[in-house]
């Protein structure tokens, strides 16, 4: 079975290395895939990768792993299946229903990452639509935090499928 894992970026984050670098540093979001392509072939799992500064664009992709939203077509070739999501919702943390419940329709389990760890910011970031949802939440760790969301979630298949067996 192919491993699958579905990395999406949400708002502000195609500015990373520009944007406030003394919370999230100087890497740039070219730079995180670039690394999380090398570490998912290492790890033998398929990475695709999104960023849209567009909730509902956000939800469409979501949606698209099942197969459905208004981007597939009835007679579309089927999409690759996704084992895993790794989602940094950005802003969207704290405001999204829309991709939460798009989220929870696919039935696809997901791991929550943060850059900053938001617990230690304002108040109104320590909210998260996703955190009860999601099968790991990684936060405070830097761009490192995509390795460890990459590792975490390559593993998560792997046990899951071996337990299935």
Request: charged share 20%.
């Amino acid at each position: 079975m192919t491993r699958h894992i579905l990395l999406i970026n949400g708002p502000n984050l195609n500015l990373l290395g520009k944007r406030e670098p003394h919370i999230y540093g100087s890497t740039t979001l070219d730079d995180v895939v670039a690394q999380a392509q090398a570490q998912a072939e290492s790890l033998g799992v398929t990475l695709s990768t999104f960023q849209s500064n567009h909730e509902g664009a956000i939800v469409d992709r979501i949606q698209e792993v099942a197969g459905w939203g208004p981007n597939v077509l009835p007679d579309s070739p089927p999409q690759k299946k996704v084992s895993a999501i790794i989602i940094n919702p950005g802003a969207l943390t704290h405001t999204s229903v829309a991709v939460r419940d798009a989220l929870l329709a696919i039935d696809v389990p997901f791991v929550e990452l943060h850059v900053s760890n938001v617990h230690a910011r304002e108040p109104w970031r320590k909210h998260s639509y996703f955190t009860d949802k999601a099968v790991a939440m990684i936060c405070g760790m830097g761009m490192y935090g995509y390795t460890a969301a990459l590792e975490f979630a390559a593993r998560h298949i792997k046990v899951k499928e071996e337990g299935e067996n």
